[in-house]
């Protein structure tokens, strides 16, 4: 299918299936990681690597790295894309998630609405997921530059691809336009509204880490963090972070968000005091965060969370990777290792001051994905 649509992703803000008030109880990060422990074991708690080689290359006192490669669907899109699609359908058919599976392994198809989304391959992944389990389908719309092998995962997840001209924004108008003129729930991960339940929902789910976090930090008995450096394409990992960290992080407790120099939406929002679009091909090694508008929701927490906006250059992004794995790392991609490639960027340097980062910082990372 060739979809070449464009609409505000605001306009069909007020016709999304599946939401109730934005006032209605939120699970905290427990209650929606034992939700998706139960439909997996791979929900299980990612592991949190002391890197203690990369610390002493880089020059800090501590290195910290979740690797979200080992959570289902091999990135941390899945703690929030399937549990907001989950929720969603739940809330259509009037039950919790639990109910909503276990319906779909009673009686098949139950009639449920389609899931729409926008994707650079991530979250479409996991929202094709969350069609699966509930026994409905999703439709994924994706921009030309994502890679074939994605839309691949998203295809064999069951998922259906609308491949769409232009960037991933583009790919975001045409769903939000396809939801709004048809039957279906729009699972989008970034949004115009501030209060966005269905967003709000996904990075809830991203909210697992931090939760994770906190209990390996006391049970590897580490100190916390002083510093997060965290990579950023609309800006909803980095958000959920900062909430789920909050009062968390040891002074100076800097919350630092990386993104791609060909792709800084947020920097963009940060410098013009609100969400902008930025123009241009958006190209970059970091594929999953090839975003030209950072997500109202996310800014608004970031913003009011003082994080520090961080930009890196093509080759800092490509090098990241081997970095990583040559010191004890996983495997990853530019976008999954932005994180350390913003730390290396200001490790040792004049800039350094910038973000107080010193010998003595304890850095966390976040490795977002699996190598594709």
Same mark, same amino acid.
């Given at each position: 299918?060739?979809?070449?649509?464009?609409?505000?992703?605001?306009?069909?803000?007020?016709?999304?299936?599946?939401?109730?008030?934005?006032?209605?109880? #939120?699970?905290? =990060? +427990? $209650?929606?990681? &034992?939700?998706? %422990? *139960? /439909?997996?074991?791979?929900? !299980?708690?990612?592991?949190?690597?002391?890197?203690?080689?990369?610390?002493?290359?880089?020059?800090?006192?501590?290195?910290?790295?979740?690797?979200?490669?080992?959570?289902?669907?091999?990135?941390?899109?899945?703690?929030?894309?399937?549990?907001?699609?989950?929720?969603?359908?739940?809330?259509?058919?009037?039950?919790?998630?639990?109910?909503?599976?276990?319906?779909?392994?009673?009686?098949?198809?139950?009639?449920?609405?389609?899931?729409?989304?926008?994707?650079?391959?991530?979250?479409?992944? #996991?929202?094709? =997921? +969350? $069609?699966?389990? &509930?026994?409905? %389908? *999703? /439709?994924?719309?994706?921009? !030309?530059?994502?890679?074939?092998?994605?839309?691949?995962?998203?295809?064999?997840?069951?998922?259906?691809?609308?491949?769409?001209?232009?960037?991933?924004?583009?790919?975001?108008?045409?769903?939000?336009?396809?939801?709004?003129?048809?039957?279906?729930?729009?699972?989008?991960?970034?949004?115009?509204?501030?209060?966005?339940?269905?967003?709000?929902?996904?990075?809830?789910?991203?909210?697992?880490?931090?939760?994770?976090?906190?209990?390996?930090?006391?049970?590897?008995?580490?100190?916390?963090?002083?510093?997060?450096?965290?990579?950023?394409?609309?800006?909803?990992? *980095?958000?959920?972070?900062?909430?789920?960290?909050?009062?968390?992080?040891?002074?100076?407790?800097?919350?630092?968000?990386?993104?791609?120099?060909?792709?800084?939406?947020?920097?963009?929002?940060?410098?013009?005091?609100?969400?902008?679009?930025?123009?241009?091909?958006?190209?970059?090694?970091?594929?999953?965060?090839?975003?030209?508008?950072?997500?109202?929701?996310?800014?608004?927490?970031?913003?009011?969370?003082?994080?520090?906006?961080?930009?890196?250059?093509?080759?800092?992004?490509?090098?990241?990777?081997?970095?990583?794995?040559?010191?004890?790392?996983?495997?990853?991609?530019?976008?999954?290792?932005?994180?350390?490639?913003?730390?290396?960027?200001?490790?040792?340097?004049?800039?350094?001051?910038?973000?107080?980062?010193?010998?003595?910082?304890?850095?966390?990372?976040?490795?977002?994905?699996?190598?594709?």
């Amino acid at each position: 299918m060739r979809a070449v649509l464009a609409s505000p992703r605001a306009e069909c803000e007020s016709l999304r299936m599946g939401q109730s008030s934005t006032d209605r109880p #939120a699970p905290g =990060a +427990a $209650a929606i990681a &034992a939700t998706l %422990r *139960a /439909l997996s074991v791979a929900y !299980a708690p990612t592991p949190l690597l002391d890197l203690k080689d990369l610390a002493a290359r880089l020059g800090v006192a501590q290195l910290l790295a979740k690797d979200e490669g080992r959570r289902m669907l091999g990135s941390f899109k899945s703690l929030g894309g399937t549990y907001a699609g989950l929720a969603a359908l739940a809330r259509a058919r009037g039950t919790d998630i639990a109910g909503l599976v276990a319906a779909r392994a009673d009686a098949g198809d139950a009639g449920l609405p389609r899931l729409i989304c926008a994707s650079d391959g991530n979250h479409g992944l #996991a929202v094709a =997921a +969350a $069609a699966r389990l &509930a026994g409905t %389908r *999703a /439709l994924v719309f994706l921009h !030309a530059g994502v890679a074939r092998v994605r839309a691949r995962r998203i295809e064999d997840e069951g998922g259906e691809i609308a491949w769409v001209a232009g960037t991933y924004d583009d790919a975001v108008d045409a769903a939000a336009a396809f939801a709004k003129a048809n039957a279906g729930i729009l699972v989008a991960d970034t949004a115009s509204d501030a209060s966005d339940p269905i967003v709000r929902d996904a990075m809830a789910g991203y909210g697992v880490i931090a939760h994770e976090v906190r209990a390996q930090v006391a049970a590897g008995g580490h100190r916390a963090p002083t510093h997060l450096f965290v990579q950023a394409g609309v800006g909803g990992l *980095a958000a959920a972070l900062a909430e789920g960290l909050r009062g968390f992080l040891e002074a100076p407790a800097r919350l630092v968000v990386v993104e791609p120099e060909q792709a800084a939406c947020l920097a963009a929002a940060f410098a013009q005091g609100r969400v902008v679009r930025i123009a241009g091909a958006l190209s970059t090694a970091a594929e999953m965060l090839s975003c030209g508008e950072a997500s109202a929701p996310a800014f608004a927490i970031l913003r009011g969370a003082g994080a520090q906006v961080l930009t890196v250059p093509e080759r800092a992004l490509e090098e990241a990777p081997q970095l990583l794995r040559e010191n004890g790392g996983p495997a990853t991609t530019p976008s999954g290792a932005t994180g350390l490639a913003g730390l290396r960027s200001v490790a040792g340097t004049a800039r350094a001051a910038d973000f107080a980062l010193t010998t003595e910082s304890r850095v966390l990372l976040v490795i977002s994905e699996a190598a594709i």
